[in-house]
């Protein structure tokens, strides 16, 4: 059984073509799909690349959270579909209210792009599975806005429910709240993530491959789905 | 015509990098006394037909919706009289 990945593309996404190869590199057959087109192609997980979809107008992801295949997305991921947003995608799913808080621009207010060490605090998500509990790993990270904010007693839920599945190591570089780079929804299938696993999942162009267990994670879940 | 205007600001409780940056700028240009800077956005709606209660009621709906997120931000609605700029 050959498990379908989507990748959309919104005008401005830059990294759908890496999210496709990353895709395939974990074993599965990516599918593009089209920010007009509502029809998901009964796709067994989305994932939402980073860009700059719609030149960031307005708010990063607040025109995107409304495009077609959104309507999809949202209404399938609250049934269960695994979704995996990163950087824009991330954005998206917190506009979309998938995810609960905000990006807000970067507290030293400069586009960084640097290998972030991270640690990984949840396992147990669709896209985080083939981790090792609170396994240390390095991806590039490259945003202008990807401070996640969000109210204290949201923060003190995210916590409480272990849906903190990422955390900066050594160096916050956006000004993020408790150091968070990536969260997860209750039900663990939506998961949004500032930092690119999939610029990191082969050795010539990545500063490691260990983004790719974001990838071969929905696999392994999905086959024994 | 008539024109709505919506300004939406951060949250208080919000970092606002931009706003501290200019701040930051203004005595170096010799703008003193200046002891906190915002900045936000402001839209200016052009409205087909009259603002009544049911046109703000809308524009109340696409700013709570689309124009702010109020997840970090905060919005205010009002009618630009005649003439003004």
Known sequence: MTIRVGVVTFPGSLDDHDARRAVRIAGAEPIALWHKDKNLQQVDAVVLPGGFSYGDYLRCGAISRFSPVMESVIEQAQAGLPVLGICNGFQILCESHLLPGALTRNDHLHFICRDQKLRIENTSTAWTSDFEPGQEITVPLKNGEGGFVADERTLDMLEAEGRVIARYLDLNPNGSRRDIAGISNAAGNVVGLMPHPEHAVEPLTGPTTEGLPFFTSILKRLVNA | ?85
């Open chain 2, 1 to 85: 015509m008539a024109r709505v205007v919506v300004d939406v600001m951060l949250k208080p409780e919000i970092l606002d990098p931009q706003g501290q940056a200019v701040q930051r700028a203004l005595p170096r240009l010799g703008f003193d006394g200046i002891t906190d800077v915002r900045q936000g956005k402001r839209f200016e709606l052009e409205l087909e037909g009259p603002v009544d209660e049911a046109a703000l009621a809308r524009i109340r709906e696409a700013a709570e919706s689309f124009l702010a997120n109020t997840v970090i931000e905060d919005f205010t609605v009002r009618v630009e009289a005649e003439g003004e700029k």
